[in-house]
């Protein structure tokens, strides 16, 4: 299996825009970054696109569809964003109190599960679920997922054996795409993460 993980583009709630919803639309950068990757991805014959119900997810799949041609999409909720609950309300992300709170009660930030959300081991556990579904189903195809920085960060953890902790140490740009080629004994072989050259090489070929 080739595995090409996309981070959807630039939403309103990155550009840190005031009062922006959760689940918020891309911004126009957001809406180029996202014609951007439909071009790179023109050239690729994928099998299957799973993408988040999540709308800045869906948006930067919209853009990306008219260059792929005729493929199998699937909106799930098994890859939406890690969900942070009552502290992602009132249009920001409010981390101050999320880390407040979970200092009281005792817990790791691991373990911390917020009211209405889940835990980061929460979302670890279910990228993984969804990683031995994608090797059960898809031994030879190439297959795109769109979603999210926390769950796609978990989902190439899950498929290199790596520990949660190591989340800490890296995050994926918006519209970048990670790589993640699979052999049919489900052992890795090569992988590339956070990739965005498709970004500027479309800006060089436009000179």
């Given at each position: 299996?080739?595995?090409?993980?996309?981070?959807h583009?630039?939403?309103?709630?990155?550009?840190?825009?005031e009062h922006?919803?959760?689940?918020?639309?891309?911004?126009d950068?957001g809406?180029?970054?996202?014609?951007?990757?439909?071009v790179?991805?023109?050239?690729?014959?994928?099998?299957k696109?799973?993408?988040?119900k999540?709308?800045r997810?869906?948006?930067?799949?919209k853009e990306?569809?008219?260059y792929?041609?005729?493929?199998?999409?699937?909106y799930?909720?098994?890859?939406?964003?890690h969900?942070?609950?009552i502290y992602?309300?009132?249009?920001?992300?409010?981390?101050?109190?999320?880390?407040?709170?979970?200092e009281?009660?005792?817990?790791?930030?691991i373990?911390?599960?917020p009211?209405?959300g889940e835990?980061?081991?929460?979302?670890?556990?279910?990228?993984?679920?969804?990683?031995?579904?994608?090797?059960?189903?898809?031994?030879?195809?190439?297959?795109?997922?769109?979603a999210?920085?926390?769950f796609?960060?978990?989902?190439?953890?899950?498929?290199?054996?790596?520990?949660?902790?190591?989340?800490?140490?890296?995050?994926?740009?918006?519209?970048?795409?990670?790589?993640?080629?699979i052999?049919?004994?489900?052992?890795?072989?090569?992988?590339?993460?956070?990739?965005f050259?498709?970004?500027?090489?479309?800006?060089?070929?436009?000179?």
């Amino acid at each position: 299996m080739k595995l090409y993980i996309v981070r959807h583009a630039q939403s309103k709630r990155n550009a840190k825009l005031e009062h922006s919803k959760v689940d918020t639309d891309l911004t126009d950068i957001g809406h180029e970054q996202a014609k951007r990757l439909g071009v790179y991805f023109k050239k690729i014959k994928l099998k299957k696109i799973y993408c988040s119900k999540l709308i800045r997810a869906r948006k930067t799949l919209k853009e990306i569809l008219p260059y792929v041609g005729k493929v199998n999409v699937e909106y799930t909720k098994e890859v939406v964003e890690h969900s942070i609950g009552i502290y992602g309300m009132n249009g920001k992300d409010d981390w101050e109190s999320y880390v407040k709170d979970m200092e009281k009660s005792g817990l790791s930030l691991i373990e911390f599960r917020p009211k209405n959300g889940e835990s980061l081991m929460d979302a670890y556990i279910r990228a993984g679920k969804f990683y031995q579904k994608l090797l059960k189903k898809h031994k030879n195809d190439k297959i795109l997922v769109v979603a999210h920085n926390a769950f796609n960060k978990y989902l190439i953890m899950n498929a290199l054996k790596l520990n949660i902790e190591e989340g800490k140490y890296f995050n994926l740009s918006n519209a970048s795409v990670s790589i993640i080629g699979i052999d049919k004994n489900g052992k890795v072989k090569k992988y590339d993460i956070d990739d965005f050259h498709h970004i500027i090489d479309y800006a060089l070929k436009r000179k």
